[in-house]
């Protein structure tokens, strides 16, 4: 199959490119480099052995999106591309709302123009709200409690309504829990721009100097230690998944939901030991107050993904940290500029 993977140059998007290359699969890399750097795609060509087509277009650019799937021949558009930081949503709700909402709608007005069936999405446990209980499973309401995850509940509704309108759509809408790790190369990896949101690329920046402790934020919620327990997946089994909803999709009519996660939580503070155990070094912590928004606890129910995929995140969560401290050794900055 030939395939738009939209934000291919991103954390997730770019391993998921090497694993449709590698499945045999041609994918055709769009990236606008706002929250990405162009110095990841030799990387990618050297772990592909070959050249990846990489077209750098604003997907919130209406004909400039259509001109790209105009002459693509695409069979699929796997839509990684947008921003995902919760805090910055709250601050810039209507760049959050029209750049998320905005590529996912000119991208599908120019599958359905140019008879482009597949669309895989990228969602989040987000769409989950803060109520849900654990583990959480697909048919739960969804709801969210900031601009970035009411992004994708919107999206999500979007692709439900796109595929009503047109039998011929075939939708995956994969629900991310928290993905993690890094390719075995420990060439690509996670290189957020600015402070990173998330608890492992922080980690990582303290364990390789960049950052002088971590805050937990909060040790005082119900769980066996205290501290907020979450779903780590590996990246690489994140990837595998996407490639598993594409081939599903040849089959699977109108759309589908799967959770992708592990279905097993772990604590900040599991965590920080895993990571201390991969780098060889105790890490600085401080216990700090709650993450205003926070739950307690989320993870997957993952048994649908498993049973109608055929897929499950099975790498470890010492596997993680090994992968995530190579790669952040290796590249202390992240990508060169
Ligand atoms: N944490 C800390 N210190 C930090 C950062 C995080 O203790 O410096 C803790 C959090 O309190 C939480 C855990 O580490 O208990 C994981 O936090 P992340 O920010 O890595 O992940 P979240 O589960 O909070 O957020 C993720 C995605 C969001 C998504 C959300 C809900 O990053 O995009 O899941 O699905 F909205």
Redesign the pocket.
């Known amino acids: 199959m030939r395939i738009l993977v939209s934000g291919g140059a991103g954390y997730i998007g770019s391993h998921t490119t090497l694993q449709l290359i590698a499945s045999g699969h041609d994918a055709v890399i769009v990236d606008d480099f706002s929250r990405s750097k162009r110095s990841v795609v030799p990387r990618l060509e050297a772990l592909a052995g070959r050249s990846i087509e990489v077209r750098e277009v604003d997907l919130t650019h209406v004909p400039a999106t259509e001109a790209l799937v105009a002459d693509g021949g695409f069979e699929a558009v796997i839509h990684f591309a947008g921003l995902?930081?919760?805090g910055e949503s709250v601050e810039k709700p209507i760049e959050y709302y029209s750049n998320n909402l905005g590529s996912t709608l000119s991208l599908l007005a120019a599958m359905r123009r140019h008879g482009v069936p597949k669309f895989v999405f990228s969602s989040?446990?987000?769409?989950?709200g803060e109520n849900a209980s654990v583990p959480m499973k697909e048919e739960f309401p969804t709801s969210a409690t900031?601009p970035?995850?009411w992004t994708?509940v919107m999206q999500e509704q979007i692709l439900r309504d796109a595929a009503v309108a047109d039998p011929s759509l075939r939708v995956a809408l994969l629900r991310?829990?928290?993905p993690v790790g890094a390719h075995a190369s420990g060439t690509i990896g996670e290189d957020p721009s600015g402070i990173?949101?998330?608890?492992?690329p922080?980690i990582a920046q303290v364990a390789v100097g960049r950052r002088q402790k971590?805050?937990?934020?909060?040790d005082d919620?119900p769980t066996p230690d205290g501290?907020?327990?979450?779903d780590y997946l590996h990246v690489e089994d994140l990837a595998a998944g996407h490639v598993a909803a594409l081939d599903r999709l040849g089959t699977a009519p109108g759309v589908s939901t799967w959770n992708l996660g592990t279905g097993t939580p772990t604590?900040?503070k599991e965590?920080v030991d895993a990571f201390a155990r991969a780098c060889g070094h105790e890490l600085p912590v401080e216990i700090?107050p709650?993450?205003p928004?926070?739950?307690a606890e989320?993870y997957a129910d993952p048994s649908r993904a498993e049973a109608e995929l055929g897929w499950r995140a099975g790498r470890t969560i010492d596997q993680m940290c090994v992968d995530t401290w190579r790669w952040q050794s290796n590249n202390p900055d992240g990508y060169p500029a």
Request: proline share 2%; aromatic share 14%.
């Open positions: 995902k930081a919760v989040s446990a987000t769409v989950y900031n970035y995850g994708k991310y829990f928290n990173p949101n998330n608890l492992m922080l971590l805050l937990i934020y909060g919620y501290t907020g327990r979450r604590s900040v965590m700090a709650r993450r928004g926070d739950v989320s």
